[in-house]
């Protein structure tokens, strides 16, 4: 008999199922963006690097402004065209880093980076998808204001989704690059890893980018076997996640070990191990006798792992 504890419902994952329509057929006609952009109902996402700009609120806060309240906080270094949300225009209002940091002083804003906002659910959840694509792709026109072929200056077109380099007419778009996260099991265990820069009780998925003439599998064969010296077999897609920190897409992936014995890489993991599946239960309950956590239900790692413990992973 499984005495498996109740989890609760399954929480939504953080920055996914975006109500944004991206609209892209429109991104090629400048004067319809800045029509859009005059309109009653746009609205826009202030953002200086990692800062997100809001109005503070109780007890969430509005991270929206009219393309006027966003204008009177600072001109947009740049302005992305997100697309509609139920035909209302949405925009990223880019400003400078410490702009935004400037903001901070300023009593009737609130100030904070996306991590703390999603983490702590400073905002209604329907705004992270498009405060994900705005961060992103905002972080990408700050690093490619040169062209990187000839380094002559690029400019902005296409509503924030290209820019153009009129020296030597290349054309450059913004870039995602994909990381695998996996859950490497045996059946009856599976492989969490500490990178240092976790928080001390927690322990997750192991993750890496994929390289250039990598696939998916591939990717999740090399990194567990690189961090953890475990060879896997075969290798099932979960799910997947846009990670705007800075420009990542997480592909969930849980995987077959093949063999048991762990060798930890220092360089990139303080420790790797194998856990059971009633102790990650405690883990994912917050009732573990040494207080060792999984990662919050924001992070795509926490799904994977639960599905894991939820018996949902079928390798044939
Ligand atoms: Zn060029």
Redesign the pocket.
Known sequence: MSSRPDFGPKPRLGYSDSRIERAAELRVDASAIEAFARGKDAGAYVIGGDWIVMKKGSPINEPLFSMSEAQALSPATEMIFLGLLDGKPRFGHGVEPQTADALKSRGELHVTDLRSIAVQGLVAPDHLPPIAEAKAVLHWHARHRF??????A?ALVCGGWKRD??????EHFPRTDPVVIMLTSDGERCLLGRSPRFVPTMWSCLAGFVEPGESMEDAVHRETREEAGITCGRVVYFASQPWPFPTSLMIGCHAEAVTHEIVVDREELEDARWFSKDEIGTMLMRRHPQGLTTPPPVAIAHHIIRAWVDDEVRFD
């Open positions: 062209c990187p072929n000839c380094g002559a690029t380099c009129a020296q030597c007419k290349t």
